[in-house]
């Protein structure tokens, strides 16, 4: 598993304080299976996030 803010390995969570920060505000950018760059749409309802190996992820 890897972090969807970062994209490192998710280990222990301290390493990622930050990136829990900016989860409550920001789409994922990594996917969290493969750590690949996802592309991002924000739109005023939510966003969508694709990873070309592992689909969609929506914020609904």
């Known amino acids: ?3 969807d ?4 390995p998710a280990g222990a969570r301290g390493e990622h ?6 989860r409550l505000l920001e789409p994922p ?3 969290p299976d493969c750590a ?3 592309v991002v749409q ?3 309802t939510g966003w969508t ?3 070309s190996r ?3 992820r929506t914020s609904a």
């Open 5 to 8: 803010q970062c994209g490192k």
């Open 42 to 44: 924000v739109t005023p």
């Open 54 to 56: 592992h689909g969609e």
């Open 1 to 3: 598993m890897f972090c």
């Open 17 to 22: 304080a930050r990136c829990v920060e900016r």
């Open 49 to 51: 996030a694709r990873c």
């Open 36 to 38: 690949r760059r996802m």
């Open 29 to 31: 950018r990594f996917c």
